[in-house]
């Protein structure tokens, strides 16, 4: 297979490899050569006319483009974010066509982890240290490498972590609550034991707030505090903090492992880096996962709210009421509405010039590929940023399409594992949930070996089928409670970064 056309009514298709000029794919014969990745008309397309990808709209046709060309930037434009043009939302009647079945598996799935106080569950069993303020940024480090250096018996499962951030002081009143809301979510992870919350002392976020936060929304939970200027400045403070923090490390060390299966997955879906085959094999794998996660039980969060923009009538066509269908259409229509009233083309920030290189034209091809990681099941819910996941089944969090900025709001939701798709290759990982990165194509996965763990290129190549790599994404998931840790966290790659709304003021 050199070339790949999604559905019957698509009128373009995806060059599998480099197809040289005048070959013969997808019954029409090329008229210049087609890079791996990108796409060519399978028939002839007018100026103003519809280009069908997905069997949905991926933009228009800039100029005449005849059957056997290469489809890109150049002669097709996006419709959506689109405030360069037009300060209308270009909202257009797509019927919803399902192509894919739901997921099934017939094998067992049992995880091993740490029950939680609530019922929840956690692959690892991490003492958090985590600044209100990003005053407190370095203090917080020292703190958590020394207690690790302290404590004997630790390991990449149970040890003290951190994360350093650039809020909680100079935000008004909403993004300061953002802030703290985000903060609060990732303490009260199953991935974490006990937190030990920094701060200086005059901050808009004070620390002893925050902890009080965190106590609220997990009980069970060992929480203290302490200010920089209270202890009487960074050394005083890093003596109390490890003297805190190795103590609840100590008796992080003494909880056993209980079992689990997968209806205790809060799984997150991600892609970052994308291109044209994440929407072909590692997104849909992904969205096989998913499936299979929602069978049994579990909780799937789709985000990346701008990634989702001409999408809105497959979300809502899988909304399980009304209620649910309204908030799927304002949420995502409300981000672009966004780029809109700034006047602005949405293009190059996403998709970004990486995307673009990886063959992919416009937002809403984009957005296209992304909705696969969710699966077929239905839409269950829609939560605001960092907001607790409460119900099981797919649930559409409002986030940026910010990697990082994502990845922290679904671990403040709750999100106990991440998947993370890629095509461009990317190494990012949180400190608290274990980042289990798949690509889209082998030749990325040959070349980031050190960062990606499951190579869902295999189904390009044609070696392996979509549900083989989704078992075995799910068998690395369960290895995880069994002594395995994904390449994010072997490389000690803690990112995280919150939303900020506004202005420093």
């Keep these: 297979m050199r070339a790949l056309k999604v559905d019957q009514n698509d009128n373009v298709a995806t060059a599998v490899c480099d197809i040289e000029k005048g070959s013969e794919e997808c019954g029409v014969l090329l008229r210049e050569n087609i890079a791996k990745g990108h796409k060519f008309a399978t028939q002839n397309i007018k100026k103003g006319e519809p280009v069908i990808k997905y069997a949905s709209l991926i933009g228009i046709a800039s100029s005449d483009i005849k059957a056997g060309e290469w489809v890109h930037v150049h002669n097709c ?14 909202l257009k009647e ?62 990449n499962e149970c040890k003290a972590v951190y994360v350093t951030h650039q809020h909680g002081c100079s935000q008004l009143e909403f993004d300061a609550h953002q802030t703290a809301l985000t903060l609060a979510g990732n303490a ?34 060992e929480a203290e505090f302490i200010n920089i200027q209270e202890c009487g400045g960074t050394k005083k403070s890093v003596e109390k903090g490890v003297e805190i923090a190795t103590k609840m490390l100590q008796n992080a060390l003494k909880v056993q492992k209980s079992s689990g299966d997968l209806s205790d997955i809060v799984l997150g879906t991600e892609c970052g880096g994308s291109d044209s085959f994440s929407g072909l094999s590692a997104n849909v794998a992904l969205g096989a996962v998913s499936d299979i996660v929602v069978e049994n039980g579990g909780s799937v ?9 001409g999408t809105e009538h497959i979300l809502a066509a899988r909304s399980t009421n009304d209620e649910v269908k309204d908030r799927v259409i304002s949420t995502i229509t409300g981000f672009e509405r966004l780029v809109l009233d700034a006047k602005a083309d949405i293009r190059g920030a996403n998709p970004s010039p990486g995307n673009i ?34 119900q099981k089944g797919v649930t559409l ?36 949930t274990p980042t289990v990165k798949i690509s889209s194509n082998s030749a990325v996965f040959e070349s980031m070996r050190e960062d990606i763990d499951i190579n869902a290129g295999e189904i390009i190549d044609g070696k392996k089928s979509v549900k083989e790599v989704a078992e075995e994404i799910l068998e690395f998931m369960v290895n995880l409670g069994e002594g395995k840790f994904s390449k994010a966290e072997e490389n000690e790659q803690n990112d995280f970064a919150i939303w900020r709304l506004a202005t420093t003021v």
């Design 77 to 90: 434009e996006g419709t959506r974010g689109r405030g360069d043009k037009d300060e209308e939302l270009n």
């Design 94 to 155: 797509q019927l919803f066509k399902s192509s894919k079945a739901t997921t099934t598996s017939n094998k067992s799935w049992q995880l091993k982890g740490y029950r939680r106080g609530d019922g929840s569950f956690g692959f690892r069993n991490f003492v958090l240290v985590v600044p209100s303020v990003h005053c407190a940024n370095k203090v917080v480090e020292r703190i958590a490498r020394e207690t690790n250096l302290k404590v004997g018996g630790i390991s």
């Design 188 to 221: 009260a992870n199953p991935n974490v034991y006990g937190v030990l919350v920094v701060g200086l002392g005059c901050e808009v976020v004070q620390a002893s707030t925050l902890c009080a936060q965190i106590k609220q929304l997990s009980p069970y939970k």
């Design 301 to 309: 969060i789709l985000a990346e709210t701008t990634e989702l923009i």
């Design 357 to 390: 290189k990886g063959g992919l034209s416009t937002i809403e091809e984009k957005s296209l590929g992304c909705v696969y990681k969710a699966g077929t099941t239905p839409l269950v819910s829609v939560k605001e940023y960092a907001e607790k996941i409460t």
């Design 397 to 432: 969090m409002n986030t940026p399409g910010n990697d990082i900025e994502q990845l922290s709001a679904m671990v403040a939701g709750g999100c106990n594992v991440c998947v993370f798709s890629t095509g461009r290759g990317t190494p990012t990982g949180s400190a608290i």
